[in-house]
Structure formats: C-alpha cells, structure tokens
C-alpha cells in the first residue's frame, strides 16, 4: 500500500484550494486523534493504524475539487485509491462519510470519518472567529455555536449528531476529541 508521503503528494497533485487542503489536514488531524484514543485495526500495529487513518482523513475529498457532485465524489478519487493500491477499509471509509452513497460504516475508522468530517470544518470556523484561536477552546463553546444556525450554515449538524451516536460517544467527547486533534497540528492549520 502506498505510504504517508504517497497519499501526501497525491493529495497535493488533486488539491489546489487553500481551503479544501487546510481542511484535508484537519480531518487527518482530528482522525489521527482518533485513532489515538479509539486504536484502530487491532490487527494492525499501533504505527499502521494511526498511518491509515490519517490517510483516510487527509484523502476523503480527494476529488471535491474537480468532481463535486454527488454522482462523482468520493467515487471518482476512491476509483482512483483503488488503481493505486490503497487498502479496502480507507476507500470503503471514504466511501461511507458521504451518507448519500449507501455504503454502510462498519468500522471503526468509517465511523470516525464520518464522525470527525463536518465537525473538524466547524471547529475550524470557531477557532478562526476567536483570537485565542483553538487555546481554551471547549466543548461547551463549540456547542454554542452549533445552536446558531447562521454560523458556518453549510455544516450539517445533523451529520455531527449522528457520527457521535454510531461511535457511542456523547457529542462533547467528540468534539473534544477534534479539538485536541486539531491543537496537535494548530500550525499546519494556520490555527495558532
């Protein structure tokens, strides 16, 4: 399977916009986290683990860019995982944070993507209005804003909800959970 440093630079080769890679990075960020806490394939060793899931984070819109609808994305850039060797269970998780695909999320790291996509854009947006950025943000804070509407509006927090409850965590400890994620890389995020 193609390494780290491979799907980096496809990501790069797919990705021009600023603002869809800074958010590639923070659902990497936010499913290295996960992987984390939560382990992964316990098939797998600990290292193998945590480099999948930040593959599967950092690809999951591979092809947003270029193929936006629902007809094409993620089926295009996971056609494109799979020529190039990269395992079942990342596409499969990619596959499956885009609930209008059908295909269910029945791993772990399929419901950590899901779980993590529209919160890490959201946390993203929360840290960006606030001058300390993501220090002392809290779960608290960040379910504030969830209740308006008008912030960040294109986030589903439906999707939020829902990725919480198929992890069978409450939403605060997912939502911790991707603030740390993000804190750990808040320079790669422009987020210090």
Known sequence: ????????????EWTETESLRRHGYAVEASMAEMARRRGGDPGSSPGQALEDWR????????DYEKHPTPEEHPGVGVSELERLGYSDEIR???LGHAPYTGVARETEMAKALFAVDELSGFVTAVAFVRPTRLEGLT????KKKLKDKRFAA???RDDIRQG?????????????????????????????
């Open 139 to 142: 779960p608290r804070s960040v």
């Open 154 to 156: 294109a986030v589903s």
């Open 1 to 12: 399977m193609p390494s780290y440093a491979d799907a980096l630079d496809l990501f790069h």
């Open 164 to 192: 919480a409850q198929e992890l069978g965590i409450d939403l605060d400890e997912l939502i911790r959970i991707v603030i740390d994620g993000l804190s750990r890389e808040a320079s790669r995020l422009d987020l210090t």
């Open 55 to 62: 593959i599967a984070g950092l690809l999951h819109d591979l």
């Open 92 to 94: 499969t998780a990619i």
